[in-house]
């Protein structure tokens, strides 16, 4: 006897999700501006898919080695700061976490010597350094804001990261997870910022580095670490370039 | 020669050819996906129709565009070099003449422009250089937009990057100006979509 549809059908979801995730380019193809306006459709939807993440990947390195760790992004006055500054996340702002600072600790994994956790008080207690800059977003927009917090790279050292290791990844608390490479967590302009204009913007640790697009500046930061094996992100694995640097 | 027939020559050399139509794709996929990562984020109070924009959604239409950037630049690259090294801007593109041009589009107008192959007339030469520098533009702004901080100085020749974004917007309202009369008179103009093919016409020497 058959099993029931719903179940027949469960049995095939991971694969329907894998493939759903491999389409994700092919739907702009099927859309047919090409097709509709060459003429012609392009069958091997796959090889363009495969082409096109060889690019982003090829991009990835391009923009590594155009990265200069001494270059600082520029830097504005109080007055060109953008008020309200725009809320974007994957959610709408009534989703956004809430997280009682008291008991928070900031966890540390991977390639890290001293993996404590830290509550706010210790990282207030670290040296603090204030930056106001340009936030573009892979969208095309842009925001000037200001961004108080520990330099990334005065926290990586004090706690013995690897700082050899290629990528420092981030989980936060909204689901949201991206990473970054090492040459850009160690670059002066990059906070891990305790102060900006509102807890929505990701209380109560938010990364900050002007030197990446905003999807990049992961909010509401859980957990940080270090390793040599490509961590993704979140919007990273749905197709945008990885780098992203600015 | 014989009724004054012209022999078939070769009017638009094989390197020209070939970078038109490579040039031809890439700045296809570049508007197409860029309409699309406009519509992302509109600078203006407009979209454009998704039907008409290529990649399906953000992340598809910057891969499109970041792809095809290098087909755009290297090819235009070597483009430049061959007119310059091998004379085919001087001896094609020079002199230019705005009161010239203006009057060969007035002529076009009115229909009575005699389209010569193997020569380009005066608003021809405008409207080629125009938009060859129409696209330099939009790669030079393009990448203030790429790298506002790598690139800063030239982020901040364009105005700095809000004011980048427009200037690559006109730039692609002007390639996309040159385009709609560009393809109308390849199109309607008998005789001279072939040779951008084959290469040959015949054409006085």
Known sequence: ?246 | MVGGADKPRTIHPLFVRVTHWVNAFAIFVMVLSGWRIYNASPLFGFEFPKDFTLGGWLAGALAWHFAAMWLLALNGLAYLAYGLISGHFRKSFLPISFGGAFDDVLLAMRGLLNHAPGRYNAAQRVFYVGVILAVIVAILSGLAIWKPVQLQTLTALMGGYEAARRVHFFAMAAIVAFLVIHIGLAVSVKGILAPMFTGRAEAPR
């Open chain 1, 1 to 246: 006897m058959k099993p029931p549809r719903s179940e027949r059908l469960s049995a095939f979801r991971p694969q329907i999700a894998r493939l759903e995730r491999r389409l994700f380019l092919k739907q702009g193809l099927s859309l047919g501006a090409l097709s509709l306006l060459s003429g012609c459709t392009l069958k091997d939807d796959d090889a363009v898919d495969r082409l096109l993440m060889t690019m982003s990947r090829f991009n990835d390195k391009i923009q590594a080695a155009l990265f200069d760790p001494a270059k600082l992004a520029p830097t504005y006055s109080q007055a060109d700061v953008t008020t309200p500054f725009p809320f974007n996340a994957y959610y709408e702002e009534k989703d956004v976490p809430l997280i009682d600072g008291e008991s928070y600790r900031l966890q540390l994994s991977g390639l890290i010597a001293d993996k404590r956790p830290w509550s706010l008080d210790e990282l207030r207690a670290l040296p603090q350094s204030s930056q106001i800059t340009r936030l573009v977003c892979v969208e095309g927009w842009s925001a000037i804001g200001q961004w108080r917090g520990v330099a990334f790279r005065h926290f990586l050292e004090q706690v013995g990261a690897d700082l050899t290791a290629r990528y420092v990844g981030f989980k936060c608390a909204d689901k949201y997870y991206s990473s970054i490479d090492m040459p850009s967590a160690l670059h002066p302009q990059t906070l891990l910022a305790l102060d900006f204009t509102d807890a929505k913007y990701g209380y109560p640790l938010r990364l900050r580095l002007p030197t990446k697009l905003g999807f990049k500046n992961p909010k509401f930061i859980g957990e940080i670490f270090v390793t040599n094996d490509y961590p993704g992100g979140y919007w990273e694995d749905k197709g945008y370039n990885w780098f992203s640097g600015s």
